[in-house]
């Protein structure tokens, strides 16, 4: 009895926010850009408060269902409901149908907050610069370059699964855009799946094979999964668009020493003394070169 009094109240209290949060969701949805921009912004600003909250209550369900007792098979079916209305209410927030205003005065209000976006990125202001995305995809859903940066964000932010979800988004409404597969290739490899962030970084080289960083992903990737010789075909395809890259040129020296290939050492370690003389591994590569038979 001591322990339904506790949940019974965890349960109230839970109920309570899934309906104010859904009450205030409803809002941002139909926010009108014609909104004064002070009220639009406050609005907003809630929202984002509730929305950080929603995104912490995945973990609280997680705590209490693993303390409850296997008898308690109802209470746990209600919290595994209880869960899926939250994130179907997140993701109402975060990616429901934009404003139906495309007017250039929408169009430009939504360039300035990426603007601002950007900016605020690079001054370390985080959650403002997610802040800003946000409301640049409510004045624009349209706008793939809205969605990158606030997946971006998350990654800054470290939040996997928030930037996992961003970039399904891009990548289901913008496929033609090889930037949102790279992304999501990145966000593969921290959570730890290696051969999901090789197919998305192949799909990115296959809409745009001219991008270094993508040959350079794929190439460590194939070093991980212990594949020396197509991690050495991504980074001669790297060079191949940038010669004298110094990055490049290092991790091309270590495939050929991994791959025991002498002549490839030596001819690599050449460039590498030919372009960037003040190295500072110059004798530490020689060494190395010497070693191989």
Same mark, same amino acid.
């Given at each position: 009895? %001591?322990?339904?009094?506790?949940?019974?109240?965890i349960?109230?209290?839970?109920?309570?926010?899934l309906v104010i949060a859904?009450r205030? %969701? $409803?809002?941002?949805?139909?926010?009108?850009?014609s909104?004064i *921009?002070?009220?639009?912004?406050?609005?907003?600003?809630? !929202?984002?408060?509730?929305n950080?909250?929603?995104r912490?209550?995945d =973990? %609280?369900?997680?705590?209490i269902? !693993?303390?409850?007792h *296997?008898?308690n098979?109802?209470?746990?079916a @209600?919290?595994e409901?209880g869960m899926?209305?939250?994130?179907?209410?997140e993701?109402?927030?975060r990616?429901?149908?934009?404003?139906?205003? !495309?007017? =250039? $005065?929408?169009q430009?209000?939504a360039?300035?907050?990426l /603007?601002e976006?950007v900016?605020?990125?690079?001054?370390?202001n985080i959650?403002q610069?997610? !802040?800003k995305? &946000?409301s640049?995809?409510?004045?624009?859903?349209e706008?793939?370059?809205?969605?990158?940066g606030l997946?971006?964000?998350?990654?800054e932010?470290?939040? @996997?699964?928030?930037?996992?979800?961003?970039?399904?988004?891009?990548i289901?409404? @913008? *496929?033609?855009e090889?930037?949102?597969?790279?992304?999501?290739?990145?966000v593969?490899?921290? $959570?730890?799946?290696?051969?999901?962030a090789?197919?998305?970084f192949?799909?990115a080289l296959?809409? /745009?094979?001219?991008v270094v960083?993508?040959?350079?992903?794929?190439?460590?990737?194939?070093?991980?999964l212990?594949?020396?010789?197509k991690a050495?075909?991504? &980074?001669q395809?790297a060079q191949? %668009?940038?010669?004298?890259n110094p990055?490049?040129?290092?991790?091309l020296?270590?495939?050929?020493i991994? &791959?025991k290939n002498?002549n490839?050492a030596?001819e690599?370690l050449?460039k590498? $003394?030919?372009?960037n003389?003040?190295?500072?591994?110059l004798?530490?590569f020689?060494?190395k070169?010497?070693?191989l038979?």
């Amino acid at each position: 009895m %001591l322990t339904i009094i506790p949940l019974i109240v965890i349960i109230i209290s839970l109920g309570a926010i899934l309906v104010i949060a859904s009450r205030h %969701l $409803k809002k941002v949805a139909a926010l009108d850009v014609s909104d004064i *921009p002070e009220e639009r912004d406050a609005v907003l600003k809630t !929202s984002l408060l509730e929305n950080r909250l929603l995104r912490k209550l995945d =973990k %609280l369900f997680r705590a209490i269902s !693993s303390i409850l007792h *296997p008898g308690n098979k109802l209470v746990g079916a @209600w919290f595994e409901k209880g869960m899926s209305r939250v994130k179907k209410l997140e993701k109402t927030y975060r990616f429901a149908g934009g404003l139906p205003d !495309s007017s =250039k $005065k929408s169009q430009g209000k939504a360039k300035n907050l990426l /603007n601002e976006a950007v900016i605020a990125v690079k001054e370390g202001n985080i959650r403002q610069a997610e !802040s800003k995305y &946000l409301s640049a995809i409510k004045v624009d859903p349209e706008s793939s370059d809205a969605y990158q940066g606030l997946g971006e964000v998350y990654m800054e932010m470290k939040e @996997w699964d928030q930037a996992r979800e961003t970039f399904e988004y891009m990548i289901k409404h @913008w *496929p033609q855009e090889d930037a949102g597969f790279a992304l999501m290739a990145l966000v593969e490899v921290e $959570k730890g799946n290696l051969e999901e962030a090789k197919d998305q970084f192949l799909h990115a080289l296959s809409i /745009n094979n001219e991008v270094v960083d993508y040959h350079m992903g794929l190439s460590d990737l194939y070093l991980r999964l212990n594949d020396s010789e197509k991690a050495l075909s991504s &980074l001669q395809k790297a060079q191949a %668009l940038e010669p004298n890259n110094p990055r490049i040129l290092d991790q091309l020296f270590s495939v050929s020493i991994i &791959l025991k290939n002498k002549n490839l050492a030596e001819e690599v370690l050449i460039k590498i $003394k030919k372009s960037n003389p003040d190295h500072g591994k110059l004798k530490e590569f020689e060494k190395k070169v010497k070693a191989l038979k």
